[in-house]
């Protein structure tokens, strides 16, 4: 079992920035692909990034160019760096590390607003 703590979600103002975190619980964290979703209100979960175990990554075409993933296996952590934030960026923020089976974290909420 994995656990997974989403952290770093807030309440900023468009063309903001912010750094959300997944910190995970297990040692061997650098065989996990690690993937970020959102999920807005009244909408299903989208895919919104992902890493590798090799470190490649791939980004949804509504973020892409804004938000950075990143991988520390050192301390068992991925970042999302969102900037130009826009309105439509508001949503719950979910990480998702994948191996044989899938582990979701609790999600942390995104909201930008003027």
């Known amino acids: 079992q994995v656990q997974l703590v989403e952290s770093g979600g807030g309440s900023v103002q468009p063309g903001g920035s912010l750094i959300l975190s997944c910190a995970a619980s297990?040692?061997?964290?650098?065989?996990?692909?690690i993937n970020w979703h959102r999920q807005a209100p009244g909408k299903q979960r989208a895919w919104v990034a992902g890493?590798?175990?090799?470190?490649?990554?791939n980004y949804a075409n509504s973020v892409k160019g804004r938000f950075t993933i990143s991988r520390d296996n050192a301390k068992n952590t991925v970042y999302l760096q969102m900037n130009s934030l826009k309105p439509e960026d508001t949503a719950v923020y979910y990480c998702?590390?994948?191996?044989?089976?899938?582990?979701w974290g609790q999600g942390t909420q995104v909201t930008v607003s003027p």
């Open positions: 890493i590798s175990t090799g470190g490649s990554t």
């Open positions: 297990t040692s061997s964290f650098s065989s996990y692909v």
């Open positions: 998702a590390a994948a191996r044989e089976v899938t582990y």
